[in-house]
């Protein structure tokens, strides 16, 4: 297939460029290069002949059309948007106006390079999304397909309605579409502003480790990879029209995760142990979900797909990736809002 990934020099959309390429489609990346974003990412595969970075923003819908016109894709895989919690409440603005008004604009862009072309049957618009739509869990049970959608952030408002307008181009348009909605994804490249990355590189700088609240909040945890291959495999499988839960099946509460790489890195620089000294507790982030846990019952059983990752692997080999490359994170950290506690205004 030749297909367009929006945000592929992110965390997640650049793990989706980097297999897809290995396994033969053709990429279009297209990126508006937002502070979250590098092309370091995607290093390894800029050579490729299948590869071909476009720097347009989705919200300019003549630079889309361009790319339609230019590129004719089989597919989109729409992952570009404003993805941290702490900075949607700073500024929701911004996320309103890429997850709502840049949705939008690539819906209308790509509904009119699909009708323009006759309707092709196998296009595929495949937009990508979170588990946080679904609101919060209490102790027990997971979110279905069947969830109703209860955002509780900014941020997973502006998503909520994202996927909102995802459905309603399906059902009044026919645009043939594909949702996914995944747990909390972590692994190489991932941006120094998120939990397990931030637990990592203050480890190393002998910081103190900022543990939410009681540390008590339940993650679902997704290795980046996985993530990718699950992608893929809706796009090459899924159902028009239909939504699937990916989750990681590696639920844990946030202060046992940091103790877990805390325990890792004590391993892999004993010098500096116990690493779990470091730990802090800081005031809770406002309206800060409890639990979230998917039930990836749909995308097994339809599909044929589980993440072949568990939590404890994924935790080293993302230690071990971060211990190797410290002349990728090192530069971000000196980006707008990293390393300081965002979130606060409310």
């Given at each position: 297939?030749?297909?367009?990934?929006?945000?592929?020099?992110?965390?997640?959309?650049?793990?989706?460029?980097?297999?897809?390429?290995?396994?033969?489609?053709?990429?279009?990346?297209?990126?508006?290069?937002?502070?979250?974003?590098?092309?370091?990412?995607?290093?390894?595969?800029?050579?490729?002949?299948?590869?071909?970075?476009?720097?347009?923003?989705?919200?300019?819908?003549?630079?889309?059309?361009?790319?339609?016109?230019?590129?004719?894709?089989?597919?989109?895989?729409?992952?570009?948007?404003?993805?941290?919690?702490?900075?949607?409440?700073?500024?929701?603005?911004?996320?309103?106006?890429?997850?709502?008004?840049?949705?939008?604009?690539?819906?209308?862009?790509?509904?009119?390079?699909?009708?323009?072309?006759?309707?092709?049957?196998?296009?595929?618009?495949?937009?990508?999304?979170?588990?946080?739509?679904?609101?919060?869990l209490g102790a027990s049970g997971k979110f279905t397909e069947a969830s109703p959608y209860d955002p509780r952030s900014p941020y997973s408002a502006s998503k909520a309605a994202s996927d909102h307008l995802v459905r309603?181009?399906?059902?009044?348009?026919?645009?043939?579409?594909?949702?996914?909605?995944?747990?909390?994804?972590?692994?190489?490249?991932?941006?120094?502003?998120?939990?397990?990355?931030?637990?990592?590189?203050?480890?190393?700088?002998?910081?103190?480790?900022?543990?939410?609240?009681?540390?008590?909040?339940?993650?679902?945890?997704?290795?980046?990879?996985?993530?990718?291959?699950?992608?893929?495999?809706?796009?090459?499988?899924?159902?028009?029209?239909?939504?699937?839960?990916?989750?990681?099946?590696?639920?844990?509460?946030?202060?046992?995760?940091?103790?877990?790489?805390?325990?890792?890195?004590?391993?892999?620089?004993?010098?500096?142990?116990?690493?779990?000294?470091?730990?802090?507790?800081?005031?809770?982030?406002?309206?800060?979900?409890?639990?979230?846990?998917?039930?990836?019952?749909?995308?097994?059983?339809?599909?044929?797909?589980?993440?072949?990752?568990?939590?404890?692997?994924?935790?080293?080999?993302?230690?071990?990736?971060?211990?190797?490359?410290?002349s990728w994170w090192r530069p971000l950290l000196a980006r707008g809002g990293v390393g300081q506690r965002l979130g606060v205004?409310?």
């Amino acid at each position: 297939m030749k297909i367009v990934v929006t945000g592929g020099a992110g965390f997640i959309g650049s793990a989706v460029v980097r297999l897809a390429v290995s396994r033969g489609h053709e990429v279009v990346n297209l990126d508006a290069l937002t502070y979250a974003a590098c092309l370091e990412n995607v290093a390894s595969v800029s050579g490729s002949p299948l590869y071909q970075f476009v720097q347009a923003d989705i919200r300019d819908r003549a630079a889309l059309d361009a790319l339609f016109s230019a590129h004719r894709p089989d597919a989109v895989l729409h992952l570009a948007a404003e993805s941290h919690v702490d900075r949607s409440i700073d500024g929701p603005g911004a996320f309103i106006d890429t997850n709502v008004t840049g949705t939008y604009t690539l819906l209308e862009a790509a509904r009119a390079w699909w009708t323009a072309a006759g309707k092709p049957a196998a296009f595929r618009f495949h937009h990508v999304s979170t588990d946080e739509v679904y609101g919060s869990l209490g102790a027990s049970g997971k979110f279905t397909e069947a969830s109703p959608y209860d955002p509780r952030s900014p941020y997973s408002a502006s998503k909520a309605a994202s996927d909102h307008l995802v459905r309603a181009w399906h059902e009044t348009y026919g645009l043939p579409i594909l949702l996914t909605n995944c747990s909390n994804n972590y692994g190489p490249y991932h941006f120094p502003e998120k939990l397990i990355p931030v637990v990592i590189l203050n480890a190393l700088a002998g910081q103190p480790i900022p543990v939410y609240g009681t540390g008590d909040n339940v993650r679902d945890w997704l290795f980046v990879e996985d993530h990718a291959d699950a992608l893929l495999t809706v796009l090459d499988k899924g159902t028009v029209g239909r939504s699937y839960n990916i989750g990681g099946e590696n639920e844990a509460r946030n202060i046992d995760l940091v103790r877990m790489i805390c325990a890792i890195l004590d391993d892999l620089r004993p010098s500096d142990a116990p690493h779990d000294r470091l730990i802090t507790f800081v005031a809770d982030r406002p309206g800060h979900d409890k639990r979230y846990a998917i039930d990836p019952a749909r995308i097994r059983d339809e599909l044929g797909w589980r993440p072949s990752v568990t939590l404890e692997q994924g935790l080293r080999r993302t230690v071990v990736w971060y211990l190797s490359n410290e002349s990728w994170w090192r530069p971000l950290l000196a980006r707008g809002g990293v390393g300081q506690r965002l979130g606060v205004t409310a």
